[in-house]
């Protein structure tokens, strides 16, 4: 079975910018979160989504959007890219909402803003 | 509000020379504690959950274990290939993850 997709792998972007992550989650799972990892740091939750609805938002500025897809994948949108906005963005994929709360990340998009 | 520490922030060990990581935790009420391996540049790696105080899980080197303030992730006779980023989260009940920001553990051939 596939693990949790993520695309881009790497991104450049420049301030002032908007850029689009995608993720795709393990097939049968129905949730999924999307965290940004600042070097050195630990992930920081900004979105929760669970059949196509949110389910949780994170401290992020409402420059960070989501959405989650029929098929379960979901978007990571951010809109007027800043230099602070250079992280690793995860995406976890998760059972359910009750039944497995055990979130299995994928690989990341490395994004950096110049 | 909740928070997550870790500690130490690095650690460097001889190949064989077991130790643990702590990570100390504030929720008002856990329904689970997470921890995970990452790789530099890669997504966390899931190595065990643990739900309630006493409760111990183990997986080859590795063994956790959960307190009703912290949780321990014992090493024992560390490989070089365990180098990595280890890292703790919990879920309070009806909340999402929280991270804590990790021990870098470097094994030394």
């Known amino acids: 079975d596939a693990g949790v997709t993520q695309s881009p792998t790497h991104l450049i972007k420049t301030r002032g910018q908007h850029v689009t992550l995608r993720c795709s989650p393990i097939s049968g799972h129905k949730s999924v979160s999307w965290y940004q990892q600042v070097l050195g740091q630990g992930p920081q939750f900004i979105f929760q989504?669970?059949?196509?609805?949110?389910?949780g938002r994170g401290n992020f500025p409402d420059r960070f959007s989501a959405r989650q897809f029929p098929n379960y994948s979901s978007e990571l949108n951010v809109n007027a890219l800043l230099l602070g906005d250079s992280a690793l963005y995860l995406c976890a994929s998760i059972l359910g909402w009750t039944v497995e709360e055990t979130q299995y990340f994928g690989p990341g998009t490395r994004l950096l803003v110049l | 509000e909740d928070q997550v520490t870790q500690s130490p922030e690095a650690l460097r060990l001889q190949e064989g020379e077991s130790s643990s990581l702590n990570c100390s935790y504030t929720v008002s009420g856990l329904r689970g504690l997470f921890w995970y391996r990452q790789d530099p540049g890669k997504g966390p790696e899931f190595l065990f959950t643990?739900?309630?105080a006493g409760e111990e899980k183990e997986k080859e080197r590795l063994k956790a274990t959960l307190t009703k303030k912290e949780s321990f992730l014992h090493i024992t006779a560390p490989k070089p290939e365990d180098s990595a980023t280890y890292l703790c989260?919990?879920?309070?009940?009806?909340?999402?993850?929280?991270f804590g920001p990790g021990t870098r553990l470097s094994v030394l051939p």
């Open positions: 989260a919990v879920q309070p009940y009806g909340q999402n993850f929280v």
């Open positions: 643990l739900y309630s």
């Open positions: 989504y669970y059949e196509k609805e949110e389910r």
